[in-house]
C-alpha cells in the first residue's frame, strides 16, 4: 500500500472509533443514544452561531476546529466517556469519583489518540490540548457552549434523558451552572434556560429524592 493512501486509512480509524462512541444523553426523536460525531457537528453549528449572531468577533477558524475535535479523544479511552450524570445507586454518581475517572480515561484517550495520528496530524493533537486547557476565549466558549447545547438538546426532548437516569434540577444546575459561565454569553443564556427549567421542573426533571 502507498503510504499516504496508509495514512489516508489511519485518519479514517480516527475518525470512526472517535465518531461512533456513544454518550449518555437522548434527543429528540432518535431512540438510540447520542454519538460523538452528531454532538460535536451539532457543536461547531452552534458555536458559529453564536459568534455571528452576537458578534462576538472570536477566530472562526479556532472556534470551529476546537468544537469539531473536542470529545475525540473519549472514544480511545477504556470505558468510553465518563457521563455528567449517573443513576442515582452507580458508583461514579459521586462527583470526586466521577471526576477523577473522567481525568484517568482522558488522559488515556489523549495518549492513545497521539499515538494514532500524533505524527500525521499533529495539528489535531494541538486544537484538542488547548481545547482541554481552555487556552483562549474561543475554546472557553467551546467548552461553555457544549455544556449548554446538551441541556438544550435534553430540554427539547421533554426531559428524556434525565428521566432516564433520574438527574434532577439541583443536580443539573451543581453541575451545568459553573461550566457554563466561563464563557459570558452562554453563562446568560444558560440563566434564561435554568429559569424556563424551574418554571417547568415537574415536566422536565424527576422529583427529588424524599
Not at 444523553?25 to 455571528?52: S, Y
Not at 470505558?79 to 462527583?95: E, I, M, R, S, T
Not at 495539528?123 to 490540548?129: D, H, M, P
Not at 447545547?149 to 426531559?159: E, F, Q, R, T
Request: with cysteine; charged share 25%; aromatic share 10%.
Amino acid at each position: 500500500m502507498h503510504p499516504l493512501l496508509a495514512e489516508c486509512f489511519r485518519i479514517v480509524q480516527m475518525l470512526n472509533v472517535s465518531g461512533n462512541a456513544t454518550r449518555t444523553l437522548w434527543v429528540k426523536g432518535v431512540d438510540e443514544a447520542d454519538m460523538d460525531a452528531a454532538h460535536q457537528w451539532r457543536t461547531a453549528v452552534f458555536v458559529w452561531w453564536l459568534n455571528e449572531r452576537f458578534e462576538l468577533g472570536y477566530d472562526f477558524a479556532r472556534l470551529f476546529r476546537a468544537a469539531i475535535c473536542h470529545d475525540s479523544h473519549e472514544g480511545h479511552a477504556p470505558g468510553g466517556d465518563v457521563a455528567a450524570f449517573f443513576k442515582p445507586d452507580h458508583p461514579l454518581n459521586d462527583p470526586i469519583k466521577r471526576n477523577e475517572e473522567k481525568e484517568r480515561r482522558e488522559a488515556i484517550g489523549m495518549r492513545n489518540l497521539e499515538e494514532a495520528i500524533g505524527d500525521i496530524f499533529p495539528g489535531f493533537i494541538k486544537t484538542l490540548t488547548a481545547y482541554n486547557e481552555r487556552a483562549t476565549a474561543e475554546e472557553r466558549l467551546v467548552y461553555a457552549a457544549d455544556k449548554f447545547l446538551d441541556s438544550l438538546l435534553v430540554v427539547d426532548d421533554n426531559g428524556r434523558t434525565n428521566h432516564l437516569i433520574g438527574t434532577t434540577l439541583a443536580e443539573h444546575h451543581a453541575y451545568k451552572g459553573p461550566k457554563c459561565s466561563i464563557d459570558p454569553t452562554v453563562a446568560e443564556l444558560y440563566r434564561l434556560l435554568h429559569e424556563h427549567c424551574t418554571e417547568h421542573e415537574s415536566e422536565l426533571f424527576p422529583a427529588p429524592p424524599a
